[in-house]
């Protein structure tokens, strides 16, 4: 009596899922074979040249400081601790970067589609300069202009009473730290869930009666309220640490560091380029009787393009962007070339104190896949969201 096709035995790999499973586990144990080989060969090349390996180093004193922190870092603090110092850089310029370089890559690419042939001309010249110039270059024109250019700390550029711009970089008013501060800051996941939470019951409510609810007020409302009630009930302070020019430098406030304002510049300019281009050819996969209907029933071109395009052309959009962000991200690591203390450039630091490269490089390969695979996964989620889903 044979067995059933699905069955165990020799019959399971007759069938399309039980090779598949085999070929699975065949090709994970070669995986691990050959990296358990890398491992073991590499660790005894290591010990046969009395090559110290391990991440044991990590807890020693680190010896050296770091110029730009947004934690408090010393020389006698941890390889480990510096190492913190880094991702935590890395981390600030490529958000900042990204939000920057979204927003001007979408007005730059809805500028390519402008019946103003100036406006059309301004955005395609700087889509073709930017994409043209490799990254590295404009990276040593910005540090180059805000160095070079820009007046000395004590005659800095005004921008308003308290802003202050010069070869220093760029000085602002801070908030002195006190509790209403940190209540605030606890209230901003309150209020986008309690947003959330209305936009879910709109859709619901849109979906059930075919009426739909106010969607912007509502939706501000406690993502700005929450907070800003915990902010009132902390207090409600408001004592500013305002920047002064001194005898020889700016003092007091805030500062972004020539070195940072670079990068970001940099890394904004570029990406936005290409986001750009993203931007135009999503509105443009739409179908042009999209835009015809939406003139029909009387709708403004401004109305037309946030209301009808922009909407439908974000699943063409999102997929490059993703790309676009992870690229920003690992672009960041060109800040060793103008001095910003990212996570690369401390790591460098690391290796010419200690030797130890491959520890530090694994390190470094770490932290850009980490934070690729979780901006993947959330721009993927939110692909997911906006997709338009065919019945």
């Known amino acids: 009596m044979s067995r059933l096709p699905g069955g165990p035995g020799p019959h399971f790999l007759r069938t399309r899922h039980g090779r598949a499973l085999a070929y699975q586990a065949i090709a994970l144990a070669t995986l691990v074979a050959v990296g358990w080989m890398l491992w073991h060969n590499t660790a005894e090349n290591l010990a046969a040249r009395q090559i110290r390996s391990g991440f044991g180093f990590l807890g020693q004193p680190a010896g050296f400081d770091i110029g730009e922190s947004l934690i ?36 730059i690419g809805i500028g390519r589609l402008s019946r103003n042939l100036l406006l059309r001309g301004l955005c395609t010249a700087y889509v073709e300069l930017m994409r043209n110039v490799p990254l590295i270059i404009q990276l040593f024109a910005w540090y180059l202009a805000i160095t070079e250019l820009l007046p000395a700390a004590t005659e800095p550029v005004r921008i308003g009473s308290s802003v202050f711009l010069s070869k220093s970089g760029l000085q602002f008013p801070f908030p002195e730290w006190e509790p209403g501060w940190t209540l605030a800051l606890a209230g901003v996941p309150l209020g986008v869930l309690a947003a959330f939470g209305y936009r879910r019951w709109a859709r619901a409510r849109r979906a059930l009666t075919g009426i739909s609810p106010p969607a912007v007020w509502p939706v501000l409302l406690p993502v700005l309220g929450i907070p800003a009630l915990a902010w009132l009930a902390g207090g409600a ?18 500062a972004a560091t020539p070195e940072f304002l670079s990068l970001l510049l940099g890394l904004t300019a570029f990406t936005a380029a290409y986001i750009a281009e993203n931007v135009r050819a999503g509105v443009l996969a739409v179908p042009r009787g999209q835009a015809e209907a939406a003139g029909a029933l009387g709708l403004s071109r401004a109305l037309t393009l946030r209301l009808v395009l922009l909407p439908q052309a974000l699943r063409v959009i999102i997929p490059p962007l993703t790309s676009q962000y992870l690229n920003l991200t690992k672009n960041s690591s060109l800040a060793v070339a103008i001095g910003y203390p ?47 889903v065919e019945r």
Do not use: H, K
């Open 72 to 107: 408090a870092f010393s020389s006698r603090d941890s390889y480990l601790a510096a190492f913190v110092v880094g991702v935590t850089n890395t981390l600030r310029v490529a958000a900042t970067g990204i939000f920057l370089a979204t927003l001007l890559g979408t007005l």
């Open 237 to 254: 302070p408001a004592r500013f640490d305002l920047p002064e020019i001194g005898t020889f430098d700016i003092v007091g406030g805030a």
């Open 342 to 388: 990212d996570v690369v450039s401390i790591a460098n630091t690391t290796i010419n104190q200690n030797g130890q490269a491959l520890e530090c490089v694994v390190m470094i390969m770490t932290v850009y896949l980490a934070i690729n695979l979780v901006t993947a996964l959330v721009m993927g989620w939110y692909n997911r969201r906006v997709a338009i």
